[in-house]
């Protein structure tokens, strides 16, 4: 059993760690982390990236609405 238990990012690669959900992405995915959307009356997600999940129930937002 050669095979590492970890997967090993591709080389040359640059992951970056999004400050709102944690996720690991790339560089094309930037916007989606970093870029802050205008969505609904929700004051709660109101200014946050599309990559954000509203955490209130009752949010209207589109982009960030409770999915749980």
């Known amino acids: 059993m050669s095979q590492s238990s970890t997967a090993k990012p ?3 690669v640059e992951l970056l760690s999004c400050w709102n959900c944690g996720e690991d992405y790339r560089r094309e995915d930037r916007a989606r982390h970093t870029e802050p959307v205008r969505c609904g009356p ?3 997600c109101a200014g946050k ?5 509203c955490r209130l129930m009752y949010c209207v937002c589109e982009v960030h609405r ?3």
């Not at 990236?49 to 999940?53: G, V, W």
């Open 42 to 44: 929700c004051i709660v």
């Open 66 to 68: 409770y999915r749980g």
């Open 49 to 53: 990236p599309a990559c954000c999940s």
């Open 10 to 12: 591709e080389p040359g």
